[in-house]
């Protein structure tokens, strides 16, 4: 095992069903989703800076709700107008992300940036220097790169990456057609896993399936005790050498997330790992694993 620093968490945390999976079902007015979060895992991947940019004050807002949990550290996405839309853009372009980004970064709070690019970001000439691009103007960062499509999975990429110092993310989604493997792989200092779940269907709905239309739907799966273990291995892979691995569970509704999440931590640590006792109830195979802890 590498002495590497394992980060496990979920991606986001502002969700209305984790309201009695996660949370409690009525909690008081004074009750904080991330504070709370945070007391079971030390690492979140804030999503919603993919969508919209943040400001400073929402940056330091986030560090000071994480405060009481020394060991905790964030990761980041990318706004999509840089890896989904990318159309030119401006230095004003750059300071709306680095505006909120900057203050995690100061205080020692960012383990990494994510630059999530689709399937159709494929490895041609424009798409390299357009990557290459993003990585130069947001250096000042620790970043890491999710590649979806098969054409990336070359020995250049690799070589590419490291000279640079950035991570390549190892994902598990379903796989179909020119979709990248499920390959644990590790490029730059920091390993990054991404868990996405396996739910063929709602991943390439039919046509005229309206339930797996839902775009939160193709991220509705919880991994099996035997799939965690699949993954603990490639964990291990990924992390040997990494100064920081960070483990990102996507599969976020109804709080399988934080399930999966916590049944990591179990098989990388010694110590007692504590559960919302709301998680407990909802997801019964942690009980002998977990202790609740509110």
């Given at each position: 095992m590498s002495?590497?620093?394992?980060?496990?968490?979920?991606?986001?945390?502002?969700?209305?069903?984790?309201?009695?999976n996660v949370y409690p079902e009525k909690p008081g007015k004074n009750f904080k989703e991330l504070d709370f979060l945070a007391t079971f895992v030390n690492t979140a991947e804030i999503n919603s800076t993919f969508y919209r940019t943040a400001n400073a004050f929402m940056g330091a807002a986030w560090v000071r709700k994480v405060a009481h949990n020394p060991d905790f550290i964030f990761t980041a996405k990318l706004w999509n107008q840089f890896t989904h839309q990318r159309g030119d853009f401006s230095n004003e372009d750059v300071k709306l992300v680095t505006q909120g980004?900057?203050?995690?970064?100061?205080?020692?709070?960012l383990g990494a940036l994510l630059l999530q690019f689709p399937w159709s970001f494929k490895n041609t000439e424009i798409e390299r220097?357009?990557?290459?691009?993003?990585?130069?103007?947001?250096?000042?960062?620790?970043?890491?790169?999710?590649?979806?499509?098969?054409?990336?999975?070359?020995q250049d990429t690799i070589k590419f990456l490291n000279n640079k110092n950035v991570g390549l993310t190892t994902i598990d989604q379903p796989v179909i057609g020119e979709s990248i493997q499920p390959k644990p792989v590790r490029t730059g200092s920091v390993g990054y896993v991404r868990l996405h779940g396996r739910n063929y269907k709602s991943w390439f709905p039919k046509k005229g399936d309206e339930k797996n239309q839902n775009p939160s739907a193709r991220y509705d799966y919880l991994y099996t005790k035997n799939e965690i273990m699949e993954w603990v291995g490639k964990i291990k892979q990924v992390s040997q050498g990494a100064e920081k691995t960070f483990v990102i569970q996507n599969n976020h509704p109804n709080g399988q997330a934080v399930c999966n999440t916590l049944e990591l931590v179990a098989e990388f640590s010694d110590a007692v790992v504590h559960a919302p006792s709301t998680l407990i109830k909802s997801y019964p195979q942690l009980k002998e694993i977990t202790k609740p802890l509110e």
């Open positions: 002495d590497s620093q394992l980060y496990f968490g979920p991606a986001g945390w502002n969700y209305k069903d984790w309201y009695g980004i900057d203050p995690l970064h100061d205080a020692g709070k220097q357009w990557l290459n691009r993003l990585i130069e103007t947001f250096k000042m960062y620790p970043l890491v790169v999710e590649l979806r499509h098969a054409s990336w999975d070359k």
